[in-house]
């Protein structure tokens, strides 16, 4: 939709959350637009890699000659990062092939000038970028160790709750928003529950369905993820270093799987009430311009005894950004606000400490010190996130027993 800025009713400010109501028309051309910014991107990649490699080059040309001679791998090196870049292309090529046809119920058309590329900006291929390293976490060896802290915990979590000795999981119903490239989602659909992801990013949706829908051989596919980290590298070689993918057969679930991806916004996307058994959040709640807002659309979706599980940092995504709407709130005020919603928080752990598209080889690594937590929704009857009072029945629903803490050593 388009944005604007500027001033709102009686002086208020307008944020890019605040959005025109646009025409049929007119919004499905700004869909266009966007949609073909992201295949420019992709398409795009090489060409800013090797701007980046050329950079280098002349940079090292410039230093003395007795300075240069003291230096002979340099110039290999920046051959190699290049030749990486190539075969990282013929993925990217891949990954946009069938882009076209990709949604249902969408069609994009052809771009008005083929034959004309728009340059892409530093954010996209900044974005497109952070994509390749997704690939690392959710679909290689490499991520195994980084999933077990992140996804495992979740799965646990649900596994407890909903077990299948006691319940039949085919029909528990959980949703995965901001999904990425599918892993997490994949995982719980391969245990036999219904499990939805939904992804709003067009550089998610486009690899996720690469790999969820084109990839059969395990490990066929190769990328160079960390040619583009020029710098705390130990090593020449970690920069070239390649990785492998699909680590397992993303295609081999079962036959009787339930398993599906929704592209949009989740705020947008998910509006029917008491729908989702269970709604699980892996870094997600921080990419909210109003966090209260994925605290309040939870809610709703969720049948009554339904449960939150999430776990995450507080890494604001539109922090600092011109124009747009992000209010940054404490994880205390969060759950102060979960709580006020309704919700019983029944687990509750404040360090769980994992990485995010790790270079384990980095001289550079960044540690979150996570929140986990599992939130009910209560089965007895309520009303706008209050329990309707009824002096004929004081019985203590189940979730409103006392939350469950748990130490701060990692789970893995």
Not at 14 to 31: M, T, V, W, Y
Not at 190 to 219: K, P
Request: glycine share 4%.
């Amino acid at each position: 939709m388009a944005e604007t800025t500027g001033e709102g009713p009686e002086g208020a400010p307008f944020f890019n959350k605040d959005r025109i109501k646009n025409s049929p028309e007119e919004e499905a051309k700004l869909e266009r637009k966007h949609f073909w910014r992201i295949i420019d991107a992709f398409r795009l990649y090489r060409v800013n890699v090797q701007e980046q490699v050329k950079r280098a080059e002349r940079q090292f040309l410039s230093l003395p000659k007795h300075h240069q001679d003291l230096l002979p791998d340099v110039l290999s090196n920046l051959a190699r990062i290049s030749q990486c870049a190539d075969h990282n292309q013929d993925i990217m090529q891949a990954i946009i092939h069938n882009s076209l046809h990709m949604f249902e119920n969408i069609e994009y058309g052809e771009r008005e000038d083929p034959r004309k590329l728009r340059p892409s900006s530093t954010f996209d291929m900044d974005k497109l970028k952070s994509t390749i390293k997704q690939f690392v976490r959710d679909w290689s060896e490499t991520g195994r160790k980084e999933r077990e802290t992140c996804y495992k915990p979740i799965i646990q979590e649900i596994q407890k709750i909903f077990p299948s000795d006691q319940c039949d999981v085919s029909k528990v119903s959980v949703l995965i928003p901001g999904a990425g490239l599918g892993r997490l989602a994949w995982e719980i659909a391969r245990l036999g529950y219904i499990c939805q992801g939904n992804e709003w990013s067009f550089f998610m949706l486009f690899s996720s369905n690469f790999v969820l829908n084109r990839c059969e051989n395990v490990n066929s596919l190769t990328l160079y993820p960390w040619i583009h980290q020029f710098s705390n590298n130990k090593k020449s070689s970690d920069q070239t270093r390649p990785i492998t993918f699909p680590d397992v057969n993303p295609q081999s679930l079962p036959l009787d799987a339930d398993f599906s991806m929704v592209a949009g916004d989740f705020v947008e996307v998910y509006r029917d009430p008491d729908s989702w058994d269970c709604v699980a959040t892996c870094f997600f709640i921080d990419t909210a311009h109003n966090v209260i807002e994925y605290v309040e659309t939870i809610w709703k979706i969720l049948k009554p005894g339904g449960v939150w599980i999430n776990l995450g940092p507080l890494l604001y995504h539109f922090e600092n950004m011109a124009d747009e709407l992000s209010v940054e709130l404490s994880y205390e005020d969060i759950r102060t606000a979960i709580v006020n919603y309704g919700f019983h928080i029944e687990v509750e752990k404040e360090s769980v400490q994992t990485t995010y598209t790790e270079n384990d080889h980095s001289m550079l690594r960044y540690i979150y010190d996570c929140v986990f937590f599992v939130a009910r929704k209560p089965a007895d009857v309520y009303c706008n996130g209050r329990e309707e009072e009824d002096d004929h029945l004081q019985s203590t629903p189940p979730a409103a027993k006392s939350p469950r803490r748990e130490g701060t050593d990692t789970m893995t």
